[in-house]
């Protein structure tokens, strides 16, 4: 089982984009949805689909599950999404040692701009670039899972 350590801020300026890389177009679907647990399916790039089981309520840490599976099975499945059907462009951007992923959300979150961090301990301190907003880690409304539910989070 892996875990999920990680970070999330909202985005305040497009400096991050001299570093990123191109992009993956993302499209994912809730298809169980609780307090403290999720099922999740997600098709990058039109090419490659998975399927995420997350469990757990602590702001930081969260056990994951993750496997690949047949992208047919992925679009029949976002079909049966619980909530609306999230898009996004994912930019991965190296910063002093971490890589940062920049999600851009279109459709019904555009104008959305989230960055986190996966990080290997709770104990690291990634140097926070200067294009970084508020802090938005354990902040249930920032969730994919609650956006997916509920829309853009209220101001």
């Not at 999330?8 to 169980?32: E, M, N, P, T």
């Not at 999720?38 to 790039?45: G, H, K, L, W």
């Not at 999230?86 to 279109?106: C, L």
Request: net charge negative; no cysteine.
């Amino acid at each position: 089982m892996a875990k999920e350590i990680e970070r999330k801020f909202l985005v305040s300026h497009d400096g991050w984009r001299d570093g990123a890389d191109k992009g993956s177009v993302l499209r994912q679907a809730y298809i169980v949805t609780m307090e403290d647990r999720s099922v999740r399916v997600r098709i990058s790039d039109e090419t490659t689909a998975r399927m995420t089981v997350k469990v757990g309520k602590s702001a930081l840490v969260r056990d994951e599950f993750e496997y690949d599976i047949p992208l047919s099975d992925a679009r029949d499945l976002i079909d049966l999404a619980v909530g609306i059907v999230i898009e996004k462009v994912r930019y991965r951007v190296p910063h002093a040692g971490f890589v940062w992923e920049v999600d851009v959300y279109d459709g019904a979150l555009l104008g959305l701009v989230i960055a986190e961090v996966e990080m290997k301990s709770e104990d690291d301190r990634p140097d926070l670039p200067d294009w970084l907003g508020k802090e938005v880690s354990g902040e249930r409304r920032y969730s994919n899972h609650y956006l997916a539910l509920a829309g853009h989070p209220p101001e």
